[in-house]
């Protein structure tokens, strides 16, 4: 029944690896949504794609890469790791102008 | 562009007291205005809404009001319990646009 869901939740893992993580949504909703919360839960949008098209880059670095196969599921994907990287990444979906609902996180750790 | 800024936190406050939590806006035209709360290892979940101006978004008693005129939407609970522990993120979503801006969040301990 989740709304939502993203895997991995937990994702420890080395500098200069490269690593994805998944998120599926089975609201039907035509955009799907990338979140960055640091450690002092500030939330900062990544990317945005609106029926798997691009339209939100926020300034990410290029390591970053958002793939969406179809408007259900939005993966990404990060080149190259780096301890900065460290955070939740939260995904979300929405139709739009309405709310969003958001996954439960996946929290990375970069070691 | 649009921002929004909140109250400075962290909130420490007794079971039953009550609760204002500030958030001020910066928007072009008449963007619609949320609150969401995160409790502890969970992702964000809408808690109140509001999308014109006067209008009051309102869940487990929380209430919001969109106020144009000082560009605020604070939120308040006449009564607070430790179950409501959990940050609290102001947000906008300006009109037209697909993406919904936050502020930063402020967290709130309810001790008992």
């Known amino acids: 029944d989740t709304a939502v869901s993203q895997t991995p939740k937990y994702l420890v893992t080395q500098m200069g690896n490269d690593k994805s993580i998944k998120c599926e949504q089975n609201l039907g909703h035509d955009t799907m949504y990338w979140y960055k919360q640091d450690s002092k839960k500030f939330l900062k949008i990544m990317f945005s794609y609106n029926n798997k098209e691009l339209i939100i880059n926020e300034t990410v670095p290029n390591r970053f890469s958002p793939k969406s196969p179809d408007k259900a599921h939005l993966n990404l994907h990060i080149n190259s790791l780096e301890l900065g990287d460290s955070a939740v990444y939260f995904c979300?979906?929405?139709?739009?102008?309405?709310?969003?609902?958001f996954g439960s996180g996946t929290r990375l750790t970069v070691v | 562009g649009n921002s929004v800024t909140r109250m400075e936190g962290p909130v420490t406050l007794s079971e039953e007291a009550f609760l204002t939590i500030n958030c001020t806006y910066t928007?072009?035209?008449?963007?619609?205005l949320f609150w969401y709360v995160q409790y502890p290892g969970e992702g964000l979940q809408l808690l109140l809404k509001a999308t014109k101006a006067d209008d009051k978004g309102s869940n487990k008693g929380f209430e919001a009001t969109y106020r144009k005129e000082t560009t605020s939407f604070h939120l308040e609970k006449g009564s607070v319990q430790v179950s409501d522990s959990a940050v609290y993120f102001c947000?906008?979503?300006?009109?037209?646009?697909?993406?919904?801006?936050f502020g930063k969040g402020t967290k709130l301990t309810v001790n008992p």
């Open positions: 928007a072009t035209g008449y963007p619609s």
């Open positions: 979300a979906s929405s139709q739009v102008g309405d709310y969003y609902t």
């Open positions: 947000a906008l979503s300006g009109s037209g646009s697909e993406k919904l801006v």
